[in-house]
């Protein structure tokens, strides 16, 4: 049973830029999560989706956005990039009680 | 502000020694995650602790929760190099089975030999 996947593993971009992450969840799973996770930081909570929607959100502004697909996987994009979006962006998927990550997608902002 | 502080951040201790790693969050919840990250890679789960008084052992790491105190420690039994990593705690604050995390900073722990 494969786990939780994200492309592309890296990924280089210049300011103002927009950007794609992709998340499928694992085999079951029908909620995900996306985390930010700067350096020497604890993850932070993006936002989650849940059939479809996005059910909860963390405190990030709108050029955060996302898309949840009906196979359950989902896209993460990022307007407008700063160099402070720079950061390892985490997927997480659900099941019963326990929230596993994926290994997640290390974005440059330069 | 929901608020979740580990100490020690940092924590460098001799192979064999025995060590506790604190997590105190701000708000009522019963369900605490740990896990670990190492260098440049994701985030594995050790323990989902889900009620007052849970205690989860899992080789030389034990993990327990006190809801009343909203306090959680990870305690290292006998430390080895293989448990060098930074570990993480986290508090699932809006409801059981949100699944919203909030995390601590982390505690890089570094043994040595």
């Known amino acids: 049973d494969a786990g939780v996947t994200q492309s592309p593993t890296h990924l280089i971009k210049t300011r103002g830029q927009q950007v794609t992450l992709r998340c499928s969840p694992k085999?079951?799973?029908?909620?995900v999560s996306w985390y930010q996770q700067a350096l020497g930081q604890g993850p932070q909570f993006i936002f989650q989706?849940?059939?479809?929607?996005?059910?909860q959100r963390g405190n990030f502004p709108d050029r955060f956005s996302g898309h949840q697909f009906p196979n359950y996987s989902s896209e993460l994009n990022v307007n407008a990039l700063l160099l402070g979006d720079s950061a390892l962006y985490l997927c997480?998927?659900?099941?019963?009680?326990?929230?596993?990550f994926g290994p997640g997608t290390r974005l440059t902002v330069l | 502000e929901l608020k979740v502080e580990q100490n020690p951040l940092f924590l460098s201790m001799q192979e064999g020694k025995n060590y506790t790693i604190y997590c105190n969050y701000s708000?009522?919840?019963?369900?605490l995650y740990w896990y670990r990250q190492d260098p440049g890679k994701s985030l594995e789960s050790l323990f989902v602790?889900?009620?007052?008084?849970a205690v989860k052992q899992e080789g030389r790491l034990m993990a327990s929760l006190d809801t009343k105190a909203r306090l959680s420690t990870l305690h290292i039994t006998a430390a080895v190099h293989d448990l060098s990593a930074t570990y993480f705690c986290?508090?699932?604050?809006?409801?059981?089975?949100?699944?919203?995390?909030?995390f601590g900073k982390g505690t890089k722990l570094s043994v040595i030999p």
């Open positions: 602790l889900l009620s007052n008084g």
């Open positions: 986290a508090v699932d604050y809006s409801g059981a089975g949100s699944y919203q995390l909030t």
């Open positions: 997480a998927s659900s099941f019963s009680s326990t929230q596993y």
């Open positions: 708000t009522t919840s019963d369900r």
């Open positions: 085999s079951g799973h029908d909620t």
């Open positions: 989706y849940y059939e479809e929607e996005e059910r």
